[in-house]
């Protein structure tokens, strides 16, 4: 007998409507829900809203070291939660609101007495998850390495058992835990990811924590808003992500997984211009410059004009100055407004970079120089400090 099976025949049994929770108090499995009310109860559970067991009510009621059910007054109804266990190991709770209208006496007896068989199926429904994500982490790995034949074979793999959708339009995100932080937070990005969409979609997705970097496949575009609302329902707003464009064939996610990191690159080096999440298709001309072997660079190989400003009195600043004219495209106005300093200012700090680099701002091939190797400076560290 399965774990769904088990839950279903005994909420028949009580004519309640239950639900299993794993130890982190997820889902494990639940029974039908019958009823508008229990309808309601079960899609705000679902949809990650509202959860009446809770971490506060574990700890109140003291449920991890209680060998019987618990009857909790609530506002809804009185909860009558469970502890499951196995092998004398807790694994989880099972629950269901009190909703009819003639209670029996012995409900507590029949739910404790299915406790048992209840627990090693949980135990099992938390082996079989433990297996799915070791197996989704290794056929990831394949998936974004280096050998073409593996990278078939996992995409194969992948659709076959049914952990990613067949389709034309493959994406990666990649996320990191800033580095103060522990990897452990960089998986609970990926896990937020991950139950974020299984809540508002059908769609499959396949997520795993591969050395530092959180990684997840996506069978379509990656939505910018959706993401932010992912991260932000765990309180992880300091977790950097990049997003890798869409891909027409799952082999060909590799290409989408280094566009990512590139794009997560981005946002270490640049993130006063970038932030915290990062599409490829915002770099721009940095999608080349981040190629580089940025972290080799010194200032000696930047252009003459760059060198010069950057090794000047107030050469940060002027930089800045120079760097929102380029921006620009040389229109005084929108540079004062850019960089919100009066224009006379402005024109007298221009004549001031004009000095000191030695050459006409003005020109073409001058600026092209200019304003490359200032963005490349930016992006390697090579600015002096204010």
């Known amino acids: 007998m399965s774990l769904d099976d088990a839950v279903q025949d005994l909420a028949d049994r009580l004519g309640v ?8 108090l997820k889902i ?11 309808l309601a109860r079960l899609a705000r559970l679902l949809a990650g809203s509202t959860a009446p067991v809770t971490n506060s009510l574990v700890e109140g009621h003291r449920l991890r070291y209680v060998k019987h059910g618990v009857r909790v007054p609530q506002a809804g109804g009185e909860l009558v939660v469970l502890p499951l266990r196995h092998e004398q190991q807790l694994l989880g709770y099972v629950y269901y609101v009190e909703d009819r209208e003639a209670p029996r006496v012995d409900d507590l007896e029949v739910l404790e007495s299915a406790a048992p068989e209840m627990g090693a199926l949980l135990s099992l429904r938390i082996s079989e998850r433990r297996h799915d994500k070791e197996n989704s982490k290794n056929l990831l790995s394949a998936l974004l390495g280096e050998s073409p034949e593996a990278r078939s074979a996992a995409a194969e793999t992948l659709v076959r058992e049914n952990l990613i959708d067949d389709v034309e339009n493959y994406s990666v995100l990649v996320l990191q835990a800033p580095e103060s932080s522990s990897r452990s937070v960089t998986r609970l990005a990926v896990e937020a990811t991950l139950e974020f969409t299984m809540r508002s979609t059908t769609v499959k997705i396949v997520g795993a924590v591969l050395g530092a970097e959180g ?15 992912a991260l932000a329902d765990h309180d992880l707003e300091e977790v950097v992500a990049g997003v890798g464009s869409v891909k027409p064939s799952l082999p ?6 280094h566009e990512a990191r590139l794009a997560l690159r981005a946002s270490r080096l640049d993130r006063r211009r970038y932030g915290r999440r990062v599409f490829w298709e915002d770099l721009g001309i940095d999608r080349l410059f981040l190629q580089l072997p940025l972290d080799r660079l010194t200032a000696s190989q930047l252009p003459a004009g760059v060198r010069r400003l950057l090794g000047a009195p107030q050469g940060a600043e002027l930089a800045t100055i120079l ?10 106005q929108g540079t004062a407004r850019r960089l919100r300093i009066h224009r006379s200012t402005l024109y007298y700090r221009l004549d001031r970079i004009r000095e000191i680099i030695g050459c006409d701002i003005t020109d073409g091939a001058t600026r092209l120089e200019l304003h490359a190797g200032l963005r490349i400076a ?3 560290g090579l600015w002096p400090h204010r």
């Open 17 to 24: 409507a239950l639900v299993v929770l794993d130890h982190d």
């Open 215 to 229: 990684i997840v496949l996506f069978p379509r575009p990656v939505n910018h808003d959706r993401l932010e609302r």
């Open 28 to 38: 494990a499995a639940f029974s039908v829900h019958d009823t508008d009310a229990r």
């Open 323 to 332: 760097e929102g004219y380029l921006d620009s495209g040389g229109e005084i």
């Open 252 to 257: 060909e996610a590799v290409d989408s997984y």
């Open 378 to 380: 930016r992006l390697a």
